[in-house]
């Protein structure tokens, strides 16, 4: 072979490994300056490495991956990542909120009243131990405030809601306060008696009888008529007691259509057993002024009035009066049958029986509180009224 022959198939022989494996090496570092020389023994042994195609490249750094790269476990991220920097279904540490989709707002507070918690739609709340509708914080946890138709016990005498005033018999002030009312000790409104704390006790004032828990007299009415009559125009017996009645309703005296006028005719008569007066034992006549005439029917009857029966149904007094009667002490027709004809005729030449309110001695004495004198039925007196 020539010179030249020989040159030729010099130019052609492989490359020595060793030197082939540098001349790679050398050409890639300017690539990836971080993946560092190539392990020269690996390089002599493994058939990738004589490959010319360079490394794959590395992935785009999110928060995990950098995470990653400073040592931090990658199964417990911290709490300020976002959704969108978990990958592959990953989730945050258990039972720690993710700040993506939670808010930091402490959970809302109990609501419920008689928890003894003071919550913002409560006024107070004592505890269900605590809370009564007589206490300091009612079972709704309200505070209590006159008006709310709750008793305050120890602060508040009464409470009617939007009905106090200052003003109305048996009602509530505006400061839950009793206003004028039976029981207080003072006779007012429509009473007829106030002993205070002896109502109902059965214990009474001198000369008079006792009251009861509803302020009226334990006692039968009895009153001189405000308004005076002729004789002859009563319309008999029942006319009088028509007129005592209407003049007690008027007046606001309870029981007002059970009064009957002491008074005779030929049918009715006080003593009468079944048309007269109710004839009650033990229980005792007493005037609107609150004095007492006379124990009960048969002392009425047997002694007369303990004193003159001078006050109106309106409490004004008016002695030394004649009074249209007809009737003897003991209850039945006067003596002399003189009724202005049964109280129905108003002629001048007819008479009348007629007692007296007076109040001296000889009124009662000579029985002159029944049996006084005779008048012309035109005459204008009062009637006697009692209860029955």
Known sequence: MSSRGLLMQRN?????????????????????????????ATASTSPSSTSTDPPPTSPPTTSATSAT???????????????????????????????????????????SCGDAIFDPNEECDLGAAQNRDQGACTLECKLPKCGDKLIWAGKESCDNGTENNDSSYGGCTTQCQYGPRCGDGKLQGPEECDLGPDNGSGEFLPNSVPCTNGCRYDAKLVFLSSVTYMGGKLNGADG???KCQGLAADAGIDNALNFKAWISD??????????GFTKTVGTPYVRPDGVRIADDWNELILNGPDIGILVTEKGVAVPNKGVWTGTAPNGELAPDTLTC????????????????????????????????????????FPIFCFEQ
């Open 12 to 40: 052609h022989r492989p490359l020595h490994p060793l030197f082939s494996s540098l001349l790679i090496a050398a050409c890639h570092s300017g690539d990836d300056a971080e993946s560092g020389l190539v392990d020269l």
């Open 69 to 111: 790269s400073t040592g931090t476990p990658t199964d417990a991220t911290s709490t300020g990542s976002t959704s969108s920097g978990s990958t592959g279904g990953a989730s945050t540490a258990d039972n720690e909120p993710s700040t993506s989709s939670s808010s930091t707002t402490e959970p809302a507070p109990s609501e």
């Open 240 to 242: 009088a007691h028509k």
């Open 266 to 275: 030929a049918v009715f008569t006080p003593a009468h057993i079944d048309k």
């Open 341 to 380: 004809q049964g109280w129905n005729s108003p002629e001048a030449a007819d008479k009348g029986h007629a007692g007296f309110s007076g109040v001296n001695m000889p009124w009662v004495d000579v029985e002159h509180w029944t049996s006084f004198s005779v008048f012309n039925c035109i005459t204008e």
